[in-house]
């Protein structure tokens, strides 16, 4: 989950989390139906974000690839952001099949 930690903030900030991208997530089942009422209990944009991510990375799954993918799919982020995320993801495949 570090990758996730490194984009934290950007993601907070800069990205809408709680509409398409939290279906898509919960469609997958990296997230919960139940987790939707948590997060939506914060009313600003940036603490809902923050919920989402917090919750991404207390998952066993890959949460980073998921999100990574349902970021792709959606309209939510930045295409710099999305390069960013997608090269971070190609350096972890790279040292993982080096070792």
Same mark, same amino acid.
């Given at each position: 989950?570090?990758? @996730? &930690?490194?984009?934290?903030d ?6 809408? @989390? ?19 009422? =948590?997060?939506? !209990? &914060?009313?600003? @944009? ?6 989402? @991510?917090?919750?991404?990375i ?5 949460? &980073? ?13 930045? =295409? ?8 971070? !993801?190609?350096?972890h495949? =790279? ?5």
């Open positions: 989950h570090q990758r @996730l &930690y490194n984009f934290y950007k993601i907070i900030q800069d990205t809408v @989390l709680d509409k398409d991208v939290l279906d898509l997530l919960i469609s997958r089942c990296i997230l919960r139906i139940e987790d939707r009422e =948590e997060i939506e !209990q &914060y009313p600003r @944009l940036s603490d809902r974000n923050k919920c989402i @991510l917090d919750l991404l207390q998952r066993p799954e890959d949460s &980073y690839r998921v999100l990574l993918e349902v970021l792709k799919e959606t309209s939510s982020c930045s =295409e710099d952001l999305l390069e960013c995320m997608e090269s971070q !993801q190609l350096s495949y =790279e040292a993982d099949s080096n070792s």
